[in-house]
């Protein structure tokens, strides 16, 4: 059965419904929650059993660079969900948390080589969807956000993987000093 089949499925759904439901079905948030929830869950099953996987790398030569690859797959599906109604934010955290599934065992042989596919695109669709988020709600404040995505960056610094959303951090960086820099100007007048 295909990764994406749920979704196509769902799809059908709405395709078949009458055309009486079948705008409010589109235009609702329920449809994008549906969809991020599936996609979420088929994360999970792809992180689950390739994780496991990447334990026992020296027997199985499965390693986190088989991760990112495996992740790669949903970066596309991430940018769709993002132009759903409703679909903006929910796409910007399952981005981040498909990046923190992106990588497992890094101690020893499941490490890998550091061939990591999944983190130059999922950089450059985060920054998008950032930069979206920002012109949406200029006081967007993305601080936990921004320390997750640090927090995860020193980690797999510390096997030599730079390339973790570095473009996505810097950024959101900046935005979360913008913002700071606003209330503290509001404070003192």
């Known amino acids: 059965m295909p ?8 799809e059908l759904i709405i395709v078949d419904a009458p055309h009486s439901i079948r705008e409010e079905l589109l235009k609702g948030t329920v449809y994008a929650q549906y969809f991020a ?5 088929s994360i999970i099953d792809s992180y689950g059993h390739l994780a496991g996987e990447t334990l026992k790398a020296e027997k199985t030569g499965i ?4 991760l990112s690859s495996a992740v790669c797959q949903y970066i596309k599906e991430i940018h769709a969900l993002s132009k759903m109604p409703s679909g903006l934010e929910l796409a910007f955290e399952l981005l981040v948390y498909l990046g923190q599934h992106s990588y497992a065992e890094l101690s020893g042989k499941g490490c890998g080589v550091g061939n990591r596919p999944s983190d ?5 669709l985060l920054v998008n969807l950032a930069k979206e988020m920002k012109a949406k709600d200029p006081e967007w404040y993305p601080q ?3 320390d997750r ?9 510390g096997y030599g993987i730079e390339t973790y959303f570095p ?13 700071t820099n606003v209330v503290k100007r509001e404070c003192e007048t």
Request: aromatic share 6%; with cysteine.
């Open 3 to 10: 990764i994406y089949s749920k979704f196509e499925i769902r």
């Open 37 to 41: 929830d599936s996609m979420k869950e």
């Open 63 to 66: 390693t986190s660079d088989h």
């Open 120 to 124: 130059r695109p999922a950089d450059s």
């Open 144 to 146: 936990g956000v921004l």
């Open 149 to 157: 995505l640090q927090a995860e960056r020193k980690i797999l610094a």
């Open 167 to 179: 473009r996505s951090c810097q950024l959101i960086e900046t935005y979360c000093l913008s913002q």
